[in-house]
């Protein structure tokens, strides 16, 4: 096929189409003589020896803080990392059609019969969703909590970095020593969110109640009306003893981050392990 030459075109269709591409060829160019950000150097250095899960993760979350505050739990989960991660889409199909699914509905059931008797004109209503990688990247990115963890977090590992002591460390000393700042750094405020591919939403092992009359939310998935619409409400009592009572494969709620909602599901009895 011939090329069509460039006197078929529209001068202006050419300019434009120059003015694209040379803006292209330029954005490359200062995207590549841009030095990194020593802080996300350091955290690729250190995640290249981790699990393939936490590059593939980190490269998709924005922000050096947001980066630092995930790797800490990406570290801090060690081992036992791959077993945790969420489910692939794969998984999440398979598990949906599965015997483990249908039981655990049927404990769910027998919760909200519980609560149902026990408090008229109320239900129960439980997202029968799993929380896939893609959502728990959207909500770490955009999570307020979230936001301000990793602010502090950054600050003091920048601090820390900045040292004496950890300046005259080598490079391979640092990578070392920055692991295990990170692991053992608390975090302030404590995220209400566990990081992408962490969260035991991602395998339904985390169930969220809330409360229902009518078809409106009366205490839902909120941090900031705990007080008001679960404690003051009763609702956190009341959903804990229809947990308690309904099914012996809950342990909860979540202490920290509180939330009353939050119950984690085991497959296997816990009713040895209260």
């Known amino acids: 096929m ?21 803006g292209i060829i330029s954005g490359a160019v200062h995207a590549a003589s841009k030095p990194r950000d020593p802080a996300d150097a350091l955290i690729d250095t250190i995640a290249a020896g981790q699990n393939q ?53 049927t404990e769910i059931e027998q919760v909200r019969e519980r609560f149902a008797a026990a408090n008229p004109g109320y239900a129960l209503w439980v997202n029968p969703e799993v929380r896939s990688l893609d959502t728990q990247l959207a909500n770490w990115n955009s999570n307020e909590s979230v936001s301000r963890a ?32 990170l692991v053992g750094y608390v975090p302030t405020p404590t995220p209400t969110l566990a990081a992408p591919g962490l969260s035991p939403h991602g395998q339904m092992r985390a169930i969220d109640f809330q409360i229902q009359k009518g078809g409106r939310t009366v205490a839902g998935p909120r941090s900031a009306t705990i007080a ?29 981050p509180r939330e009353p909602w939050h119950y984690t599901y085991s497959p296997k009895s816990l009713a040895s392990s209260r």
């Open 228 to 256: 008001s619409d679960w404690d003051a409400a009763g609702w956190t009592a009341k959903l804990k003893s229809a947990v308690r009572a309904g099914s012996s494969r809950f342990t909860g709620p979540l202490e920290s």
């Open 2 to 22: 011939k090329a069509i030459p460039l006197h078929y075109f529209r001068p202006a269709l050419v300019a434009g189409l120059l003015a694209l591409l040379t």
């Open 150 to 181: 990793a602010r502090r977090l950054l600050a003091s590992f920048l601090e820390w970095r900045g040292s004496p002591m950890v300046r005259a460390m080598s490079a391979a000393d640092i990578g070392t020593a920055a692991g295990k700042f």
């Open 53 to 105: 899960r936490v590059t593939f993760a980190l490269a998709r979350i924005e922000g050096t803080d947001r980066r630092l505050l995930a790797l800490r739990s990406y570290l801090r989960a060690g081992p036992g990392l791959a077993d945790r991660w969420s489910w692939t889409a794969e998984q999440i199909v398979s598990f949906g059609q599965s015997p483990e699914n249908r039981a655990m509905q």
